[in-house]
């Protein structure tokens, strides 16, 4: 499709879409993303409209405020609605933990975590109608430039009712996944390569790990565009992409759009810049799922070194995505005040080419440099 069309219909100058990054993006950095000419994006995963909706509304309205532009991407977790951990999978975790920490003096703390489900699904909004047309009609106010959905999409239905204000986008990791994608309606595709930091999108093998292909962004991008055709929906890579070369190279061969992450990772609108400030480029990145419950790609630290070392469990006996990440996000925060980090640093494979100490405004305008539209 046309990236001119695109353009005019986000009402953006380039190209350039903002990775979500919930967690580690902020307003400040949607706001100069759009400041910059391109499209910030706004992580609504930890908010939950599926009880106090007001209080849900209040903090999305405050979101978006900030950003000074509704010009944005409002971005969703739709994964599949996790059950609560067993006593068996809450015990592993502790024993992981306690074997990964290693300093016996934070065992009472490891044993005294709880187990709630810190990332609410968009699905479990659509358990409940009246909650979801509430929701709906919310974002028809707010009415963003993009609604975008990560490990999976809504119904058909909702799809058809957020494209009469918005446009709708959702994460792949494959040609299967994009076609499914493109069969539900949706108007984009964000192509997810395996260099691509964060959580992986990956919603139909998603209990099935070794099913995954690993394409690299490039592959991903040229096996989707020549596997859907003439069909008209956008393509967004993301993965890997850090340079103003490596905009250039997708626009050129097709792409609609990038979205961009890593690069911005160090800037001060960024709540991980202290660490990627002082990264090297000799520390490496994995993909775990120990931490979250689900596959991420983060920088390997002596923390996670040891807890993918000591871990001797499947997945499936360890506390599922959302369970597993608030004790660990629980277990950090106390820790943290110990003067212990164990922080979980996600990133993509190219973290060593992002730029020290710039604004997410300098380094638009370094990845905007030069670009022909």
Not at 29 to 50: C, E, K, N
Not at 215 to 236: I, M, R, W
Request: proline share 4%.
């Amino acid at each position: 499709m046309s990236k001119v069309s695109l353009l005019k219909k986000l009402n953006i100058k380039y190209p350039i879409f903002q990775s979500p990054m919930a967690g580690v993006s902020t307003p400040e950095m949607a706001a100069a993303v759009t400041a910059g000419g391109g499209l910030g994006s706004l992580p609504l995963a930890p908010l939950d409209f599926t009880k106090d909706d007001t209080t849900a509304f209040d903090k999305l309205d405050k979101l978006v405020d900030a950003t000074g532009t509704t010009s944005v991407n409002l971005n969703f977790f739709c994964h599949e609605i996790e059950q609560e951990p067993s006593q068996v999978q809450m015990d592993n975790w502790r024993k992981l933990y306690n074997d990964g920490i290693i300093d016996a003096k934070f065992k009472p703390v490891v044993e005294s975590m709880k187990f709630a489900n810190g990332n609410v699904s968009f699905r479990e909004v659509e358990k409940d109608q009246e909650k979801l047309d509430r929701l709906i009609e919310k974002l028809r106010a707010v009415k963003p430039a993009i609604i975008s959905f990560h490990f999976g999409i809504p119904s058909t239905r909702t799809i058809d009712e957020l494209k009469k204000f918005s446009l709708v986008f959702g994460a792949a990791t494959s040609l299967k996944e994009a076609r499914h994608l493109r069969k539900s309606g949706v108007n984009g595709i964000i192509l997810q390569g395996i260099e691509a930091g964060g959580h992986r999108g990956q919603f139909i093998d998603k209990y099935q790990p070794h099913l995954d292909e690993d394409l690299s962004t490039q592959a991903l991008f040229h096996k989707v565009k020549q596997g859907l055709g003439n069909v008209e929906v956008y393509l967004v890579p993301a993965g890997g992409i850090t340079t103003g070369d490596s905009v250039r190279y997708y626009l050129n061969h097709g792409a609609d759009a990038v979205q961009i992450g890593t690069a911005f990772l160090s800037t001060p609108e960024s709540t991980t810049s202290k660490f990627f400030n002082k990264v090297s480029e000799e520390d490496s990145t994995v993909m775990t799922a120990l931490i979250s419950g689900k596959p991420a790609r983060c920088v390997r630290t002596p923390f996670i070194d040891a807890i993918i070392q000591s871990n001797s469990f499947q997945l499936s006996e360890l506390p599922p995505y959302g369970y597993a990440y608030d004790a660990y996000k629980q277990l950090k925060g106390k820790l943290s005040a110990d003067g212990t980090d164990i922080g979980f640093y996600l990133a993509g494979q190219n973290h060593f080419q992002i730029s020290k100490n710039k604004s997410t405004l300098e380094v638009m305008q370094e990845l905007t440099k030069g670009l022909a539209l």
